[in-house]
C-alpha cells in the first residue's frame, strides 16, 4: 500500500474513509444538504449550458473564418486573372 501511495504523491480515501467523511458531512450539514446538493446541481446544468454555448460560438467562428478564407482566394484569383479552370489543372 506505501508504495501505492508513493507513487500517486497524495492520499486517496479508500471505502472506510468515504463513510466516515459521509458520516461527518451528515452531521455537520443535515438539515442543508439537500438545499445543498439542489444548489450544486443547478450550478452543475449551468456550467454544461456554458460549455455548450462555447462550443457553438467555436463552430460559428470557424465556419465564418472558412467563409472569409473562400472570398479572400476568389478575390486573390479574380485579381491575378485565373480562372476556375486554370486552377484546378
Do not use: N
Not at 1 to 25: D, H, R, S
Amino acid at each position: 500500500m506505501t508504495e501505492y501511495m508513493q507513487y500517486l504523491g497524495f492520499w486517496t480515501p479508500g471505502p472506510f474513509e468515504l463513510v466516515i467523511i459521509l458520516i461527518i458531512a451528515v452531521l455537520l450539514f443535515g438539515r442543508r444538504l439537500p438545499e445543498i446538493a439542489r444548489g450544486l446541481g443547478k450550478s452543475l446544468t449551468e456550467f454544461k449550458k456554458g460549455v455548450h454555448e462555447v462550443e457553438e460560438t467555436k463552430d460559428d467562428l470557424i465556419s465564418d473564418v472558412k467563409k472569409i478564407k473562400d472570398d479572400v482566394v476568389k478575390e486573390v484569383k479574380d485579381a491575378a486573372g485565373l480562372d476556375e479552370s486554370e486552377t484546378m489543372s
